[in-house]
C-alpha cells in the first residue's frame, strides 16, 4: 500500500524533472547553435582577411588552398588560438577581441570534425 503512493508521488516529480532536463538541454542546443553559427561568421567575414581566404573548412563552405585545410588537420581550440593569436608559418597575427578569439578557436576546433 505504502509503494503505491510512494509511486503515485514519484511519478509526477519524475516527469517534471524530465521537462525540465529536456527543455535544459534544448536552451543549450540552441544556444550551441547559435555560438556556431557566431564563430562561422568571424571565419568566413569577420576576421581581416576571413579566414576562408586561405583555409578549407566545409562547414563555412572555404575552399581557400594556402593555409592548411582545417578538416584535415581538425586541431583543438588551443592550436588554433595560439596560432590566431602569434602568427604560425606565413599567416600573421590576428587583432581581435579575447572573446572573438575564444568564439573563433572553438568554432574551428567543433567545425573541423563535423560530417
Known amino acids: 500500500m505504502h509503494f503505491k503512493r510512494w509511486v503515485a508521488a514519484a511519478v509526477p516529480l519524475l516527469v517534471a524533472c524530465a521537462g ?5 538541454a534544448e536552451a543549450k542546443a540552441e544556444g550551441d547553435a547559435a555560438l556556431l553559427e557566431k564563430g562561422k561568421r568571424l571565419f568566413t567575414q569577420d576576421a581581416a582577411p576571413p579566414c576562408m581566404v586561405c583555409h578549407t573548412l566545409r562547414h563555412a563552405g572555404a575552399a581557400g588552398e594556402i593555409g592548411p585545410n582545417l578538416n584535415e588537420m581538425a586541431p583543438d581550440a588551443s592550436r588554433v588560438e595560439k596560432a590566431v593569436r602569434n ?11 579575447e572573446a572573438d578569439l575564444k568564439l573563433l578557436a572553438q568554432y574551428v576546433a567543433t567545425a573541423s570534425r563535423l560530417p
Open 87 to 97: 602568427g604560425i608559418g606565413v599567416m600573421p597575427p590576428f587583432k581581435m577581441s
Open 20 to 24: 525540465a532536463h529536456a527543455a535544459k
